[in-house]
């Protein structure tokens, strides 16, 4: 007897038919022997559809009531399901955040999990009962409602899991798994059967969307074994699991790929102590995140400083530069809107040189200028023009010969 967490996403549990097929599917699981605990999102769109009516109540809405109004959109999905398992003849109870004591910090809208009391899901599963719970919210000592950022479900998933230690943490979607890069821009794109937390914290940092990012560096410190996988079908997903227990792993699992940055350059900056403090400063103060920076000496008194910001922050960032820019005395500032960052990622790399040049090669290969390199032990990130980045991606994805199943290593020789 296995105890399994199930989450279903918004896509999922979209319509009363969706969630009693949800519903039929987990009783199937429940029926085989297994202790269910299931998370569910909101129906799909709701819970921007109530952030909308919010923001139509209050120009910026308070924190507190955003949550309190947040919240019920896993409210309406776990109460349905619940219900629908009844229908089928079988015991199911629904709890909310608060009641399975799922302990977050104040931080409303963005609230990080404290604790989970396991005792009163234990409780109902000695029972015999399916119990469902509300994703993506918990309650602060005080007792006021949180969530926990959008997408946030995942999170609650695999923090029930590690609390509970259970088997298995299982993520359902309306995608088959981890694909090797976006099937929408290469159709070649294949389902990854294993892939390391390490790799898919890199995939998701960069723009893989199959998995919230918090939920996976939850999962690596408590060690849940995840499983990525389908609503639609009976099909093995994707484990994300320790590196150790991935028997080959691949130089190169995924390549990813994000249109939301863009790329500033200061020209011709004095090259001084503290110049860099200056120009980062008024940045983070106005809270835009910086990527990636490159700092190039042209003569020893004069430098170019370049980087990359969100493209959402870009005018911001501009209005703040050129004032920096006066005031320090660089020549000028520009930018460039349409880039792109496509990214390789592989725990193989950290073993086998040369990973980057043959990235390098194979762009050039193709006419593909880079703006901007950057790397960590498994990955390599290059800037290029937006223009180019179907034609890289998959470039890469032919050259890396991520189409082809992945062999243990002895084989492939
Ligand atoms: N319903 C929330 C959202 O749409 C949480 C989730 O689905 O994970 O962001
Ligand atoms: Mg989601």
């Known amino acids: 007897m296995a105890l399994i967490v199930q989450k279903f996403g918004g896509t999922s549990v979209g319509s009363t038919d969706k969630i009693r097929a949800v519903a039929q599917r987990v009783l199937k ?3 085989q022997g297994n202790r269910m605990v299931v998370v569910l999102s909101a129906m799909s769109g709701e819970t921007d559809r109530l952030s909308n009516l919010a923001l139509a109540m209050q120009h910026i809405p308070d924190q507190r009531e955003m949550d309190m109004l947040l919240a019920t959109g896993e409210q309406v ?5 619940a219900m629908a398992v009844k229908d089928l003849g079988h015991s199911a109870v629904s709890l909310l955040g608060d009641q399975v004591a799922i302990r977050t910090d104040s931080m409303h809208t963005k609230a990080r999990i404290r604790s989970i009391d396991p005792a009163l899901i234990n409780s109902h599963l000695d029972q015999g009962k399916i119990v ?5 919210q918990g309650v602060t000592e005080d007792g006021d409602i949180t969530t926990l950022g959008r997408g946030g479900s995942d999170t609650t998933a695999v923090a029930l899991a590690a609390a509970m230690r259970a088997d298995a943490c299982e993520i359902f979607t309306d995608v088959e798994g981890v ?3 976006d099937p929408n821009i290469c159709p070649q794109a294949r389902k990854i059967d294993y892939i390391s937390y390490d790799e898919m914290l ?5 723009g893989a969307k199959v998995l919230d990012i918090r939920s996976v560096g939850l999962a690596k410190r408590f060690r849940v074994p995840v499983q990525v996988r389908s609503t639609f079908s009976e099909n093995i997903g994707t484990w994300v699991v320790e590196e150790e227990k991935i028997m080959e792993s691949m130089l190169v ?4 790929y994000s249109k939301n ?3 500033i350059t200061i020209k011709q900056v004095p090259d001084q102590p503290g110049i860099a403090a200056k120009i980062f400063l008024p940045i ?3 809270g835009i995140l910086v990527d990636m920076i490159i700092q190039n000496t042209t003569d020893g008194r004069l430098t170019d400083m370049t980087f990359t910001v969100l493209r959402r922050d870009y005018d911001r960032a501009m209005d703040i530069l050129k004032k920096v820019a006066e005031a320090i005395g660089a020549q000028n500032v520009t930018g460039d809107e349409s880039i792109a960052k496509v990214s390789i990622v592989g725990v193989g790399m950290r073993n086998h040189p040369g990973v980057a040049s043959t990235m390098f090669q194979i762009l050039a290969k193709e006419g593909i200028n880079m703006m901007m390199v950057s790397t960590s032990e498994i990955k390599v990130s290059c800037v290029i023009a937006e223009k180019y980045t179907e034609l890289a991606v998959r470039a890469l994805h032919d050259a890396f010969a991520l189409d082809k199943e992945n062999l243990p290593a002895e084989e492939t020789e």
């Not at 890199?202 to 960069?206: F, P, Q």
């Open 29 to 31: 699981n429940h029926l």
């Open 77 to 81: 999905t776990v109460a349905l399901f």
């Open 132 to 136: 469902v719970i509300a994703g993506f």
């Open 179 to 181: 694909y090797t890069t």
């Open 202 to 206: 890199e995939l998701a940092s960069l």
């Open 253 to 256: 699992s995924g390549i990813t």
């Open 261 to 263: 940055e863009a790329r």
């Open 284 to 286: 983070s103060d106005a």
